[in-house]
Nanobody, 128 residues
Framework: HLRLVESGGGLVQPGGSLRLSCKIS????????IAWFRQAPGKEREGISC????????NYADSVKGRFTISRDSARNTASLQMNSLKPEDTAVYYC?????????????????????WGQGTQVTVSS
């Protein structure tokens, strides 16, 4: 089975950058999509980026498009989210999640619990 552990969160000033990592262990295969979700205070959990198992497909929420970049490195069993030009509204707990069977596509919606494996979350705070 898969285990996901996020790291890389912290406190950063507006305009700064952070790189989040999602360590994948247990069962390492490419036949699953990885997505990043976040939940900010007072807001519902939001899917912000995903990458298919094949890395053919990536998707980004409008709120982060052009600022965030998702990637995965199967050889090192990690997926990453590079976050640039951070804004205070990016403050949230960030989670990575895996959707089994998503090799060529991915979605930002967790419909019917599509993303069944989740990390513990890492806090990102953007503040001056």
């Amino acid at each position: 089975h898969l285990r996901l552990v996020e790291s890389g969160g912290g406190l950063v000033q507006p305009g700064g950058s952070l790189r989040l990592s999602c360590k994948i262990s247990g069962l390492t295969l490419d036949r699953f999509a990885i997505a990043w979700f976040r939940q900010a205070p007072g807001k519902e959990r939001e899917g912000i980026s995903c990458i298919s198992g094949s890395r053919i497909t990536t998707n980004y929420a409008d709120s982060v498009k052009g600022r965030f970049t998702i990637s995965r490195d199967s050889a090192r069993n990690t997926a990453s989210l590079q976050m640039n030009s951070l804004k205070p509204e990016d403050t949230a707990v960030y989670y990575c999640a895996a959707a089994w069977g998503s090799y060529t596509t991915c979605t930002l919606q967790n419909s019917n619990g599509r993303y069944g494996t989740w990390g513990q979350g890492t806090q990102v705070t953007v503040s001056s």
